[in-house]
């Protein structure tokens, strides 16, 4: 099997065991089907020699990495707060005017974690979308192309609850979309481009005049 036809089954296994693992509580499954799809990522990338796939790829785990961690820092913020309140519940502080200040600081810095955690992920599905545009581009998969789109509705949806659900999806329709994958480089693909676009030294078609990338105009002016 070929490096590009390793990326098939790399990513298509990476992903179920990404969507498995979000039922499972250590998150090791996760961590492990993550590293399956970096690897397969990284394989489409160098084998149809677009570097931004798997840079646009990395960008949106780690702003994900960045708006989980930052979520959490301001929730355990917040405990205090909650401790106050659990004082006042068994009598140990009897001012319902103080209490209900400090639950008001609890319940407004949860709100900013949340739009905080929000907003990152809305920006990490836009990096998604790019890298899986290109790889719809490169290897006419569109379900990849579907799997951007689907998530970044996903996670604008997320300030309501319901992106939760539409990202799933989204993860569904990855799996299918990397088994669809070809075993070999397609018509778009470095064996069969005719040059690189000067510009950016992305692969182009040879009667290309305009960059799709760059969006570098070749035409005579």
């Known amino acids: 099997m070929s490096e590009f036809g390793n990326a098939k ?33 990284k394989q489409i990338s160098e084998a149809y020699k677009d ?4 840079k646009n790829f990395l960008l949106f785990v780690v702003l994900n990495i960045i708006a989980t961690v930052a979520l ?10 909650l401790s106050y309140f659990s004082a006042f519940s068994t009598g140990e502080y009897t001012d319902p005017t103080a209490m209900f200040e400090e639950l008001s600081s609890v319940i407004a810095i949860c709100i900013i974690g949340w739009v905080i955690f929000w907003i990152l992920n809305i920006i990490a599905s836009l990096y998604l979308r790019k890298s899986f545009d290109s790889i719809a581009q490169h290897t ?20 309501i609850g319901i992106g939760a659900f539409v990202i ?5 329709i990855m799996i299918i979309a990397f088994f669809q994958l070809p075993d070999t480089l397609t018509a778009s693909g470095t064996q069969q481009t005719g040059r690189m676009c000067p510009n950016c030294g992305r692969p182009i ?3 290309a005049q305009v960059c799709p990338y760059c969006g570098k105009d070749f035409r005579p002016k």
Do not use: C, E, N, W
Not at 20 to 32: A, D, E, H, K, R
Not at 51 to 54: D, E, V
Not at 147 to 159: H, K, N, R
């Open 51 to 54: 570097q931004p796939i798997f």
């Open 168 to 172: 799933l999806i989204a993860d569904i």
């Open 205 to 207: 078609q040879m009667d």
């Open 140 to 159: 006419r998969v569109d379900l990849f192309k579907t799997t951007g789109f689907v998530y970044f509705i996903g996670a604008l949806l997320l300030v």
């Open 9 to 41: 089954i790399l990513g298509g296994v990476g992903a179920i065991l990404m969507l498995v693992g979000g039922f499972v509580p250590t998150g090791l499954l996760s961590i492990v089907g993550l590293i399956l799809v970096f690897l397969a990522i």
């Open 72 to 81: 959490v820092v301001i929730l355990f913020a917040s405990i205090g707060g």
